[in-house]
């Protein structure tokens, strides 16, 4: 890649992404970015680093009568890890901006949160560097930036007619903790840890791309249909997504009483934070058992891509058919249910 032409990745639809496109500049990127807006992070040439941030602000993103402090903590920082797994990047630091109440601070449950956050940073062989902390009146708002290593980023724009289309884990796991816990009905041990524990696929990512060709990635953070729907415009190509191959969340049969209703929390639903990656056919089905051995998770072929746009799912010997997206903070109505009436999760 050449770091005196940086790269703009284009960005799919959907109110947020409008909003995120009046943001950007025109200007060509200076010297040294090589990767600027688009993707799961921006690259900069100075010893190849991938940057990312990312915020979670309460009663948004989280509520305390469904969390722990430290949960939370725990939460906001696997969601910006998660972007640099998206980029096959390497964590290396974290930077934490903390807007908290005098009482919250005062009665340690900041310090709890803080301690969630080390612990994922920890467990990911990052440190927390640096930040700011800054008195709230309310709501909390955690701010997350994290640094890695990567030497070639994988992005979004990869993807090519005839690539199949690969998860990680399981799908749908958060979407249906988020639906029992706006019910008040006990969680299922697994969704649990799905909604308040999730693993930053970084390992994964890069044991993948050392492994096999992989030609794109992305993190699910928005749905899987959703952010193929990212990935396929980026690429400028069709996703197809079979149904019927997703691999089901443990657990998810408490929050969804149809099997339908599963295939939508798992297409729709977001915040599992697995990486749904693209590679040339036969690629991955050689590592599939190899991969689980080692992580612990199933690597999942649920789709291919095709010439065309947008995202479609297979139905049997029919025609596919569009599918929506994901969740979107600027779309109405959403497909993933609020923290609160009238927010965005």
């Not at 947020?16 to 993707?39: C, H």
């Not at 249909?225 to 408490?254: C, F, I, K, M, T």
């Not at 779309?331 to 999760?345: K, L, M, N």
């Amino acid at each position: 890649m050449d770091a005196s032409h940086g790269r703009r990745v284009r960005l799919g639809p959907g109110g947020e992404f409008d909003l995120i496109r009046t943001f950007g500049s025109a200007a060509r990127l200076p010297e040294g970015v090589l990767v600027g807006p688009g993707d799961d992070c921006a690259v900069l040439d100075a010893g190849r680093l991938a940057l990312t941030t990312d915020m979670a602000v309460e009663d948004v993103h989280f509520r305390r009568s469904w969390m722990s402090a430290g949960e939370v903590g725990w939460r906001a920082g696997a969601a910006a890890l998660s972007d640099l797994a998206a980029v096959g990047a390497e964590p290396l630091a974290v930077l934490v901006s903390l807007a908290v109440s005098p009482e919250d601070a005062l009665s340690g449950w900041a310090g709890r949160l803080m301690a969630g956050l080390h612990g994922v940073v920890g467990e990911a062989g990052a440190a927390i560097v640096g930040g700011d902390l800054t008195r709230s009146p309310g709501p909390v708002i955690v701010d997350v930036t994290a640094i890695g290593r990567v030497e070639a980023p994988l992005l979004r724009d990869g993807a090519r007619p005839g690539d199949e289309v690969w998860v990680t884990g399981s799908l749908g796991g958060a979407g249906g903790a988020l639906v029992l816990l706006r019910a008040g009905s006990p969680l299922p041990e697994p969704l649990r840890r799905a909604f308040a524990r999730p693993v930053p696929r970084w390992r994964e990512a890069r044991w993948l791309r050392r492994a096999a060709e992989v030609h794109a990635a992305i993190d699910l953070s928005d749905g899987l249909a959703g952010d193929a729907g990212h990935l396929a415009a980026a690429s400028a190509v069709a996703v197809e997504l079979d149904p019927r191959a997703l691999p089901l969340a443990p657990g998810l049969e408490a929050a969804a009483p149809s099997a339908e209703e599963g295939v939508r929390l798992a297409l729709h639903a977001g915040e599992d934070y697995e990486l749904c990656v693209v590679a040339p056919p036969g690629a991955l089905e050689p590592l599939a058992e190899a991969f689980r051995d080692r992580f612990g998770v199933a690597l999942t072929r649920v789709g291919r891509i095709r010439e065309g746009k947008g995202v479609w799912a297979l139905e049997g010997e029919g025609p596919p058919r569009p599918l929506g997206g994901g969740f979107s903070h600027f779309d109405a109505p959403s497909v993933r249910p609020p923290a609160d009436p009238g927010e965005g999760t």
